[in-house]
């Protein structure tokens, strides 16, 4: 396989306050790959979508690094440039759908526009176009397209932006949080749907979410970041069946398994979400394992065939007993 996203060395950080958001981030999505990203918020899973779409804002910079998209080189191109790649070959399904589309114009009128700034397109045949990527995602097409916004429900909204992503055949689709909005059945509806377009245009997806127990069963690959770092990364197989990094391994222990009695404590991790160390491993004030050596930068290394996790204790391997637990009774 070939990769169409290769993030190399990226760093990006505040313009003022020189304090860094993403740290030497390397990162590759293969054709027809599907990638997540996971992590809590705060940990620069939006911020990576942002920087590879060409959106940051200018109170940001791109300190070091580059983001690959195939024969182009993301961090080098104009404004106009990016805008050319975006939407139509690197696709964005957002996390708040109701902003996706104008809510006082037609869902029709709206995706003909889109088809007509990106191709020669008449109106009929644009209508057309819209009308077939509408039955795709599986919604009754005629009636979606002559419908306002705020007459579909929420699945219904964030399959029609689903339709307005993939009707350019895409190389690349960022869905960030996609379901995070939505109920659970609408939500596994558009992971599934996301999962059909892309097995059937052969593009690559990074799938960004917090919710690494959903990821599992989604992805090939997952990549857990914490504090602007990749902690881990491999086949999503690898990881769920032995996550070694302290942050994954703790994630796993704290999704609830539903069993016939309640525990007596429930797992958490230590710490607030976000608490990121400036130096050293940013995951050194809440991980339960850290010795001396975690002041310094871990390093990327190998655990088995294409598992990577950045942690100093792997090689000494973990105690995977230790966790914090809440013990909800006393409250
Ligand atoms: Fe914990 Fe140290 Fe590994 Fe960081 S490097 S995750 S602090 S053990």
Known sequence: MTPILEIKNLSISLRDKKKMLIKNMNLCVQNG???????????????????????????????????????????????????????????????????????FIKIGHQLVEIIRTHTAKKKTDAKEMALYWLNRVNLPAERVFNSYPYQLSGGQLQRASLAAAIMFRPKLIIADEPTTALDVVNGEIILDLLRDVQQEMNCAVLLISHDLKKMVNKVDELAVMYGGHIAEIGKTRAISNNPVHPYTHLLFQSSLKLSKSVPKELPTIHGEPGLVSLSGCSFLLRCPYATEECSKRPQMKTVGKQHLVACHSVSGGLKKDVSYSFNYQNV
């Open 33 to 103: 790959q599907m990638l997540g990203l996971v992590g809590e918020s705060g940990s620069g899973k939006s911020l990576t979508a942002t920087a590879i779409l060409g959106l940051l804002p200018s109170s940001l910079e791109i300190v070091s690094g580059t983001i690959q998209f195939g024969s182009y080189e993301i961090t080098s191109l104009t404004e106009k440039e990016c805008s050319q790649i975006r939407g139509k070959e690197i696709a964005y399904l957002p996390q708040n759908y109701q902003s996706y589309f104008t809510p």
